[in-house]
Nanobody
């Protein structure tokens, strides 16, 4: 069972990126999924979560209105669209899975983690 995150890179403040998280080994179509991030010297923090159907989502206050989480269960993939990026969004972004159908707001809710993809936002 593996989650592969991709799509990170270097972008200027105000720019956009789309992260992808492709699952393999088993289907995650019945799992809630999420994105977390960890900036240098800081603890990992919650960014966004989505229910198994995509019908429910939740976001950290710091990204609400700028980031959008979505999923394509046919492709076993979760996305994070990031707009209006700020330097404080710089971090390694991790996708996570395994929530029992609903939303997961804490790292403890998840039992499968991807390897992370680096997002760097320059000012």
């Amino acid at each position: 069972v593996q989650l592969q995150a991709s799509g990170g890179g270097l972008v200027q403040a105000g720019g956009s990126l789309r992260l992808s998280c492709a699952a393999s080994g088993r289907t995650f179509s019945r799992d809630g999924m999420g994105w977390f991030r960890q900036a240098p010297g800081k603890e990992r923090e919650f960014v966004a979560t989505i229910s198994w159907s995509g019908g429910r989502t939740d976001y950290a206050n710091s990204v609400k209105g700028r980031f959008t989480i979505s999923r394509d269960n046919a492709k076993n993939t979760v996305y994070l669209r990031m707009n209006s990026l700020k330097p404080e969004d710089t971090a390694v972004y991790y996708c996570a899975g395994g929530v029992d159908s609903g939303l997961g707001l804490t790292a403890r809710d998840y039992n499968v983690w991807g390897q992370g993809t680096l997002v760097t936002v320059s000012s």
